[in-house]
Structures are given as C-alpha cells and as structure tokens.
C-alpha cells in the first residue's frame, strides 16, 4: 500500500481498538484531507470523532490540549508543516512541559501529524522542515516514518503514547508503496533501523531522505562502493547506539536531510558520533542537506533540496579523505 494508505490504515485500527481517539484537522472530514490520508474516516466513525476544523491552528492544538486532559486521545493535523507556527506556544510552553510540571501526575497523549517537506511545487509555507525545532524541545517525542510499513504501525504507537508525538509524515512520499504486514509485531517506535548493510560509508536519514540515500547506495554499488543505510525513524530521542555501532564499522558517514545543515538534526548527530565514535572515523562527519535560505519558489526547488548527485559527491569526499 502508499504510505497515504498506511497512515490512514492506521488511524482506522487505532480508532477501531479505543473510541477515545478523536481526530481533528482542517478538512480531514467530508474532503479526507488535502492529500486523502483520512479519506472515509469521517464517514466510517461520524463527525464527533472525525472533527472538521476551524482554519485555526492554535486553536486545534489548544482544544486537543484539553481533550487529553479529560481522557481523550486526539490526533490533530497541521494541513501544512509551514501551519504549525500559529500553535508553537501551545507545544513548547503547554504539550511539552505538562508532564514535568505536574510531576508526572498529568499525562498528555496526543498525537501531531505534519506533512513535512519539499518535492510538491508548492509556494512559502508548504514545504519547510521544521523538525528540530520540536526535537530540540524536552518533553516531546519526534518521529518520522519513510516507508508504508512504518507509517502503519508508527502511528498507532504514536497514539498509544502517553507522552505526546509529533508525528511527520513526507508528503512527497505518500504515493510510494510497500508491503505491509498488518498481522507482524512492529519494530520498537524508538528504534533506528538498518535498511542496508554496508561496510565502507554510513548514510544516515530519516523521512524523505531514506529512499534517496538507498537510492545513492545503489548507484554507489555500481562503482564496487558498499554503502550503509540507516533510518532513523524516531528524532527525539535518538537512537545514537544503532547509528554509533555502524559507524564503528564503517569508519565514515553522511548525514542526510532535506532541512537547513545550519542548526539541524545533522549537527547534532555530527557532534554526538564526534564524541562517541572518535577513535573509530577514518574522516569527518560530513552533512548534507537544505541551504540556510526561506524555502525557494517551485522553479528552484530541485536546486534546492538534497539529491543523488549531492549525496554521491559527500560519499566520494567522505571516500576521499
């Protein structure tokens, strides 16, 4: 099935399984959403569980704030990942801290779904990677599937969560198949996973990314280089051991998202393999990624955002050194 059709799979199990999950979102009803991943949802399970919104992000967020506090489990969407801004004082002051603050008495489980990225020729707002300005807040789990397996099973996990999740979906990816095994035991939410095995370079990504790193490592094969593919799948908290244990093993790696370098989840990463991998680099930690400019209009955005031949040539500098 698509990616689409995983995640929206997935909210039809969660929903089945616990009539507290209630959806909320702009145009997920009568429409299914801007690119149908709640389609017939709302006609299977009614308006009072599959809520069309106001065009009111912080307003969604808020009154999900309140949903959960009295028992519920929502899941909201953000039509666009350039949306979410109306609503970030609810998640870092609000959805974040309300755990810490009650000391653990208050749980929060609700679930954030944002299409994320770039590769759609849409206009400002439409296609921006805002990731790390949600992994870089305590108290949020961070999670972005790749693949439509993942998309499955992650967001029901996600729902099941009592902390609350930032759950980014590629929206460029949507459309890609995969098998799906709905009746397997799915990997752990917050566990990296290796999509390739390789022995010369470590490619590490998450979201949209991964299939372009598979897709490098194909064409590196071709050239007798044998290249690594991580997923990272969950961006807070990492899971630094799976990619530390490959790094070990292969001495190098690249760090691979369509984010701004500048502050991004690959310097992150860059500094942790530093620190914990030290002894075993054969060259530095190279990242690529988005430049550190406002998203570009359509006609550049294939300038823009990362792709094989960018990725090839941090492998063969990486190769190089």
Known sequence: MTIAKGINNGLRAAMERDPKVVLMGEDIGKLGGVFRVTDGLQKDFGEDRVIDTPLAEAGIVGTAIGMALRGYRPVVEIQFDGFIYPAFDHIVSQVAKMRARSLGKIKLP??????????????????????????????????????????????????????????????????????????????PLLKAQVCREGTDLTLVAYGPMVKTCLQAAEAAAAEGKNLE?????????????????????????????????????????????????????????LRVGGYNLPYPPSKLEEEFLPDLDRVLDAVDRSLAF
């Open 110 to 187: 609700m679930v954030i779904r944002i299409p994320v990225g770039g590769g759609i020729g849409a206009v400002e707002h439409h296609s921006e990677s805002n990731e790390a300005y949600f992994a870089h807040t305590a108290g949020l789990k961070v999670v972005c599937c790749s693949n439509a397996e993942d998309a499955y099973w992650m967001i029901q996990q996600a729902i099941e969560s009592d902390d609350p999740v930032l759950f980014y979906e590629p929206k460029r990816r949507y459309w890609d198949k995969g098998e799906v095994d709905e009746s397997a035991a799915p990997r």
């Open 229 to 285: 593919v991580i997923d990272l799948r969950t961006l807070s908290p990492l899971d630094l051991d799976t990619v530390a244990a490959s790094v070990e093993k292969t001495g190098r790696t690249v760090i691979v998202h369509e984010a701004s370098t500048f502050l991004g989840m690959g310097a992150e990463i860059a500094a942790a393999l530093q620190q914990r991998c030290f002894y075993h680099l054969e060259a530095p930690v």
